[in-house]
């Protein structure tokens, strides 16, 4: 599942000068061909239009078709941007600058947005009082908060008890809250000197696992509606 990450020139140029400054692998997708294998060369530009250059892993002929490119940074999810290929040898290809990137999905158990009310209270060992955070996405295995959360927290750690509180888009009324009992640290971002995002995993069942299911689905629908 395809979903827009960002379309801001500045945040593109920054993502691509790292991919090409790592010499990060993509895959290249088309319609009825095999899926390649590139790297990252350089940012070209020539004539004030610019180009992301790729080496080949083996030579190929791209077709007329667009093309998908598709790659992964450590610690982030898949991304990828796509366009017609403008220049290209046995070696190398070049490709449109991108004017937009996507994310790509692929969990077992999609992620739904959850309202900026929705808060994880988080105990800690460590801490007298539970750290408290906005959950930003949640699925059935895992969460995205962002919060003034513990320095002490890093990846790997596991925490909780951890007490979900979520509201719908609309409705004012919280879903019933549940508990966690546990979580593993899949990521940490210091986002300021104050806020930090955490990824989390785990796994749940009984009464919490059925609340989560029933407000996953009542978000799904909700969201449903207002597309209409």
């Known amino acids: 599942m395809r979903k827009l990450w960002t379309t801001d020139p500045d945040t593109i140029q920054q993502e691509m000068e790292i991919v090409t400054k790592d010499k990060a ?41 667009i093309c998908y490119l598709i790659y992964h940074r450590p610690g982030e999810m898949m991304r990828g941007f796509h366009g017609p290929s403008q220049r290209e040898s046995q070696q190398l290809l070049a490709v449109p600058f991108p004017t937009e990137i996507f994310q790509v999905q692929r969990r ?10 929705s808060q994880a209270s988080i105990a800690l060992d460590y801490a007298q009082l539970p ?16 919060g003034k959360l513990s320095p002490r927290i890093r990846k790997n750690d596991v925490i909780g008890p951890i007490t979900f509180t979520l509201y719908m888009r609309v409705a004012t ?21 104050i806020k ?19 407000y996953i689905k009542l978000r799904t629908i909700e969201d449903s509606a207002q597309k209409k």
């Open 131 to 146: 750290n408290v955070a906005s959950v930003v996405d949640i699925c059935l295995e895992g969460a995205k908060m962002i």
């Open 196 to 214: 930090r995002e955490i990824g989390i995993h785990f796994k749940i069942s009984g009464e919490a696992r059925a609340t989560l299911e029933h």
């Open 108 to 117: 077992k158990f999609p992620r739904i947005d959850t309202p900026g009310n």
């Open 25 to 65: 692998p993509f895959s290249l997708f088309q319609s009825g061909q095999p899926t390649r294998k590139l790297t990252a060369l350089e940012i070209s530009e020539k004539d004030g239009v610019k180009h992301i250059i790729f080496t080949k892993l083996t030579p190929f002929t791209v077709s007329e078709d």
């Open 173 to 193: 009324m919280a879903i019933d809250s549940f508990t966690v009992p546990n979580a593993t640290v899949t990521r940490v971002r210091e986002l300021d000197e």
